[in-house]
Each structure stands twice: as C-alpha cells, then as structure tokens.
C-alpha cells in the first residue's frame, strides 16, 4: 500500500484563535522583548510560551515601526510608512529610477535628452568651430560682392544668438527632468537606508534576547549539576 505522508500538526493561534500548522506559528518566548511587549499591550493575558500566527506577527510588527518612528520623529510620512509595511512583510523597496524615467519620457523629453547631451560633448565643440571657420573663410574668400554673410558677419550673430535662445531652454528642460530623477533615487536610498537600520536594529535586540536566554540556560544547568554533585556527596 502506498505511504501516504502525514498531515503536519495544527495549533490555534493565541490571539486570533485561528488554526495554522505549526510551521506558520511563532512561539512568543522567541520574539525579541520590545515587539513581545507591545503585543502583550493590546492583549496582556498572553501566557510567555503563547503560539502567534506569522501573520498576526506581522501585522504587529508593522504597527510597532510606525510608532517607533512617530516617537522619533513626531509624525510618519507615507514614505516612511511604506518601509514599516516592507520591515512586516520582508518585501523589497530598492528601485531602478532609471527604468521607470525611460519608461515614461515623451518624444519631446528623449529630444531634449539627446540634444542637451550632445551639446555638451567634444563632438559639438569641435564641430560648431569647424563650421564658424568654413563660414566664416567662405565669406571672406568670396569677398564682399559675392559673400551671402560678409564682414562683420551679422547673420552669422543672428544664428549664434537664435542657437543660444533655444538650446538654453533645451538644457533646462533636461536639467529639470535629471533633478526630478535625483530626488527619486534620494527619496529610494533614504527608504532603502532607513529599512536597513530598524533591521540592524532589531538584529541587535534579537541577538541580545537570545543570548541572554542562553546564558538563563546555562546557568539553570550549572545550578542543576550543582545540586546533583551536592547530592551525591551527602
């Protein structure tokens, strides 16, 4: 006959009473004491070995960042909120701004880029001189009859005036659009920054509960062998 594995063991969650396998339940003496304590805020008759479902972990644990953040700080932003809920649920809040900018630039907006890139290259420089010496030498070589733009070169100011006008408005626009990026990736680094503190944070104090169970531990045993030597004796 077929060996049909057994069903994993279910146990009720001791603030929702809900059932959940035992894998998807925290015993509440392996919570760090600051998260334990602000659950046994809203339900004190909580015993110290009291079984809570990951999910009503998580909920708990978003609300014990926002009101540590609202203590720090006095109010919490929506973004600062956002990285309470991600701390909750272990999700990830790293973004590429770069994709999302080439996502949503318009026809004008990859123009602008390109033209305001290329006139600030060494291509433009070399180029636009190239061109005001050929017009200029072309003029002053056809003399003052047959010149199109003879000396002093008035519609060769007109261009350079009229090149001036536009491209200055074409470098802001970029400009505009690379500042709007900046402070998307600042605002990115800020949550990514902030996430990566509370979790230092809440390592360190998880850390710390843990290993002074351990050293309860092990002094329980050491006063247990203890008594056993003395009993020995007598």
């Not at 969650?13 to 760090?32: F, K, M, S």
């Not at 003029?139 to 000396?151: C, L, Q, R, V």
């Not at 843990?210 to 006063?223: F, G, H, V």
Request: aromatic fraction near 6%.
């Amino acid at each position: 006959m077929p060996n049909h594995a057994a069903p994993s063991p279910k146990a009720a969650c001791a603030i929702t009473g809900r059932e959940w396998p035992r894998r998807q339940l925290v015993n509440l003496e392996t919570i760090r004491p600051s998260l334990a304590e602000r659950i046994r805020r809203d339900h004190p008759d909580l015993r110290h070995d009291a079984l809570i479902s990951r999910q009503e972990l998580q909920r708990f644990r978003s609300t014990y960042v926002e009101e540590m953040l609202r203590d720090e700080t006095g109010e919490i932003s929506d973004l600062e909120r956002r990285v309470a809920e991600s701390l909750a649920t272990n999700g990830t809040l790293a973004e590429n701004v770069e994709a999302q900018f080439e996502e949503k630039r318009t026809f004008g907006e990859i123009v602008s880029d390109h033209l305001a890139s290329f006139g600030g290259s060494w291509l433009f420089i070399l180029s636009f001189l190239m061109m005001l010496g050929i017009w200029m030498a072309y003029n002053i070589a056809k003399g003052t009859d047959g010149a199109f733009d003879p000396y002093p070169f008035i519609l060769l100011n007109l261009v350079l005036s009229c090149l001036a006008a536009l491209q200055a408005p074409i470098i802001m626009m970029s400009q505009k659009r690379q500042e709007a990026k900046d402070r998307l990736r600042s605002l990115n680094d800020y949550q990514v920054n902030l996430k990566a503190e509370l979790e230092i944070r809440h390592l360190h104090e998880k850390l710390d509960h843990l290993i002074s169970k351990q050293w309860q531990r092990l002094a329980e045993i050491q006063q247990l062998q203890l008594e056993i030597m003395q009993d020995r004796r007598t």
